[in-house]
């Protein structure tokens, strides 16, 4: 079957770094993205990996091991409003349909004063 | 910013009923997904549309469910005889052609459909 485990919990201070976990076991890999949701709202891009190594983009940064079936979201300088559930995401197919993507349980991120 | 937008933003509906949830994608955007969040859960696919037609769907979109681009706009999704485990989240997303690598699918607001 599909899944994709990460914490369902982590709680942080403001200007901390925090790092959230990903491993996945797929029938299909074609990249691993990562979604922000605040509660009641969309799921909004934040980063995709679809090769082995780190992305960096701003405070946030996206690393995959694709040997490990495993990734991460880091988050530095936290700031309350980036308290929101975290969704790590893999694209399973490749082609015409674009691939749908398969979403782990997410992480919620509370981030304390 | 183009955005995805999506109407009604909650429909309550009474079981056995129909309901249509409208979205209008990213007007140069060639995929179209939708997909549902039941309440403190993950988010899961139902089906992608590309070309008129159904690209993928998931086990959960069975013959209850349909889709449709009536139009250059609009992409609908089609609950027919609705239950109460139907009551969700329902998100719309769309994303760009690409050759491949890195793309990213953009979500509208969601409707929140409430089966009584």
């Known amino acids: 079957g599909q899944s994709l485990e990460q914490p369902s919990e982590v709680t942080a201070v403001e200007g901390a770094i925090v790092q959230i976990n990903c491993t996945y076991q797929t029938s299909g890999f074609y990249g691993l993205s990562w979604y922000q949701q605040h509660d009641g709202g969309a799921p909004t891009f934040l980063s995709y990996n679809g090769l082995d190594g780190l992305e960096e983009t701003g405070r946030f940064s996206s690393f995959l091991s694709r040997s490990d079936s495993y990734g991460y979201l880091l988050l530095q300088e936290l700031q309350m409003k980036d308290s929101a559930s975290y969704f790590c995401a893999v694209r399973d197919r490749y082609g015409g349909s674009q691939g749908n993507l398969i979403f782990g349980k997410g992480t919620k991120l509370s981030v304390k004063p | 910013e183009p955005e995805v937008t999506q109407t009604p933003s909650h429909q309550v509906t009474q079981m056995g009923q129909e309901v249509i949830l409208r979205c209008v994608p990213i007007s140069n955007h060639l995929y179209f997904y939708w997909y549902r969040q039941i309440l403190g859960q993950k988010v899961e696919f139902l089906v992608s549309f590309y070309n008129n037609e159904i690209s993928e769907k998931s086990e959960i979109f069975d013959d209850q469910f349909s889709v449709e681009r009536p139009d250059g706009s609009n992409f609908t999704l089609k609950i027919r005889s609705t239950k109460l485990e139907d009551s969700a989240m329902y998100f719309c997303?769309?994303?760009?052609?690409?050759?491949?690598?890195?793309?990213?699918?953009?979500f509208g607001p969601g409707t929140r459909l409430t089966v009584t």
């Open positions: 997303a769309s994303s760009e052609v690409t050759s491949g690598g890195s793309y990213e699918q953009y």
